[in-house]
């Protein structure tokens, strides 16, 4: 049985993620700064081989003993994904040390800590593959989000670095580009007053948000063993990225 570990599993994307390997034969390791207890009740519930961990992933302790316990349990990790990540919109001028420095701990550190702990595990075996889940906002830059972008961008910086030098050694290292996706983390955003449902579907071209569903399917379509896509950072965005027109344009197709 394939073994999947995903971070930031106990909601949105993480949970959608792990639901989908669960259901499809892989035994998946949870993990996430919240309780996972009854998310592990529900999968299992569905006949779902599953097990988890809470901790922070900006934490090197909690990494390092995370990377072990797998390594105990399950004796190697075939697919990782980086999926745990924290949103702040605020104008660049106004973001503080303490708010940049979290950002980049868990969006960027976070993920690099577990390539570096899983991969090492993954290169001993000649085997295995990452998935990263970047973001649009880490392949352009959106206003109000400095903090968040750079973290991104930095992500699929690692992305493509681990894939040139982990490619010959039998790991993959792929990201995913989500556009806007129907979370608690988007209904937190909106809760600020940042945009609107109508922002999001008006500037989308498949006029909708992305499902958590459409971002699980796209990873496990990069994290499939027979594959040879290596440092890709592929956009699950309905043709956001891919789109360079006006509104009004967009918006008269409809
Ligand atoms: N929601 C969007 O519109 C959107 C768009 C593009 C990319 N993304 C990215 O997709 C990923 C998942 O986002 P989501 O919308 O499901 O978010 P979410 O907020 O619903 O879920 C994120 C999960 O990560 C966990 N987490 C946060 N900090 C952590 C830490 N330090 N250690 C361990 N776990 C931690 C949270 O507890 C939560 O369960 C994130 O990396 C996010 O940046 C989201």
């Not at 924290?86 to 701990?105: G, H, P, Y």
């Amino acid at each position: 049985m394939r073994v999947v570990l995903i971070t930031g599993a106990a909601q949105g994307v993480g949970y959608a993620t792990a639901r989908l390997f669960a259901e499809t034969g892989h035994h998946v390791v949870m993990t996430d700064l919240q309780p996972l207890d009854a998310q592990i009740e529900t999968l299992s519930a569905l006949g779902g081989s599953v097990s988890g961990l809470s901790g922070d992933i900006s934490s090197e302790a909690f990494v390092t003993g995370l990377a072990e316990k797998v390594a105990r349990e399950h004796t190697a990790v075939d697919v990782l994904v980086n999926n745990a990540g924290i949103s702040l919109i605020c104008r660049a001028e106004d973001t503080s040390f303490d708010q940049w420095q979290k950002v980049m701990n868990i969006n960027l550190t976070g993920p690099f800590l577990l390539c570096r702990e899983i991969g090492k595990q993954m290169l001993a075996r000649q085997r295995g593959n990452i998935v990263n889940v970047a973001s649009i906002a880490g392949l352009h830059g959106v206003i109000d989000r400095s903090a968040y972008n750079a973290s991104k961008h930095g992500l699929i910086g690692l992305t493509r670095t681990l894939a040139a030098e982990w490619g010959s050694r039998g790991v993959r290292v792929n990201a995913v580009c989500p556009g806007w996706i129907k979370t608690e983390m988007d209904e937190a955003d909106q809760g600020s007053g940042a945009y609107s449902d109508t922002d999001i579907i008006n500037r989308v071209p498949m006029g909708r948000f992305a499902k958590p569903e459409d971002v699980a399917r796209a990873i496990a379509f990069l994290a499939h063993d027979d594959s040879f896509i290596n440092g890709v950072s592929l956009p699950v965005d309905g043709g956001w990225v891919a789109d360079a027109s006006w509104d009004d344009l967009r918006l008269k197709k409809r």
